[in-house]
């Protein structure tokens, strides 16, 4: 199983990014996908995540209304669109794979972990 997050980079406030989450080794179908991010000097927090068995979505107060996750199961990826960025959104970004089809938010519920992609936000 391997989880490789790609489109990090540097952005003014205000602009978008989007992230991608490629998956090998198993199928969307099976398991709920979350994005989690972690700034310096600061714990790991649960951004996102989106089910696999509706695709439902759902998304911390932080990013709410700003961030939107979907997914290509035809390219077995996962997105994370990321609009309005803040300075606060700093920070390396990380997928990961669910122990099963049920999504959380609680870094233990989480099996498996790409290698995070860094996004900063700064004027």
């Known amino acids: 199983v391997q989880l490789q997050a790609s489109g990090g980079g540097s952005v003014q406030p205000g602009e978008s990014l989007r992230l991608s989450c490629a998956a090998s080794g198993f199928t969307l179908d099976y398991f709920a996908i979350g994005w989690f991010r972690q700034a310096p000097g600061k714990e790991r927090e649960w951004v996102s995540c989106i089910s696999s068995l509706d695709g439902r979505t759902y998304y911390a107060d932080a990013v709410k209304g700003r961030f939107s996750s979907s997914r290509d199961n035809t390219k077995n990826t996962v997105y994370l669109h990321m609009n309005s960025l803040k300075p606060e959104d700093t920070a390396v970004y990380y997928c990961?794979?669910?122990?099963?089809?049920?999504?959380?938010?609680?870094?233990?519920?989480?099996?498996?972990w790409g290698q995070g992609t860094l996004v900063t936000v700064s004027s």
């Open positions: 990961a794979q669910a122990r099963s089809s049920s999504t959380s938010a609680e870094v233990a519920d989480y099996r498996y």
